[in-house]
């Protein structure tokens, strides 16, 4: 298949990442311009001022934290507050349905876990074709390793 994106290949919502990043940068120097500017404040009150527009600030770099990691050993899924390595052959399925807020791994443990590193939100047609390319990696893989990392034959 030469259409697989080479790895590795990082996945994440660029658009919605940008939008974040940017609205955290303008509040915290907006929270700050205005803490120094009134002039009825005290010390301590700017600072807390700054340190809210950093709270702000910090907030919304949390949430543009999401992606994807894909390379030869595995997949790495970063979401907000959490990452976890998975292995090939614990992938069994991609999905991003209409309407999902983001893609569900289908696991070989039978849980599914949430990539928020590609979602439909702002760039719609591009989380289709992540989605789409990060299917295509798996079927790969699956398709290479079919017993799955261990190698046992049950016949």
């Known amino acids: ?7 590795p290949v990082t996945f994440r919502p660029g658009h919605t990442r940008a939008v974040l990043l940017t ?16 002039e ?3 010390p301590g009150e700017r600072v807390s001022f700054v340190f809210t527009g950093a709270v702000l ?5 949390l949430l543009s934290r999401p992606k994807v990691v894909v390379d030869d050993s595995g997949v790495t899924v970063v979401n907000i507050a959490s990452s976890r390595r998975l292995e ?3 992938i069994l399925q991609v999905n991003l349905r209409p309407g999902d807020p ?10 599914s876990l949430p990539a928020l590193g590609i979602q439909p939100g702002i760039a719609k047609q ?15 893989r699956s398709i290479r390793d079919p017993e799955g990392s261990g190698g046992e034959s049950h016949g």
């Open 88 to 90: 090939w052959p614990e």
């Open 23 to 38: 609205a955290g940068v303008a509040i915290f120097v907006v929270i700050t311009v205005v803490a120094l500017l009134l």
């Open 126 to 140: 591009r989380a289709v074709a992540d989605a789409r390319a990060l299917r295509a990696l798996v079927e790969a």
């Open 102 to 111: 983001w893609v569900f791994l289908n696991l070989s443990d039978g849980t």
């Open 57 to 61: 600030f910090g907030v919304l770099a």
């Open 40 to 42: 009825q404040l005290s």
């Open 1 to 7: 298949m030469s259409d697989l994106p080479a790895l």
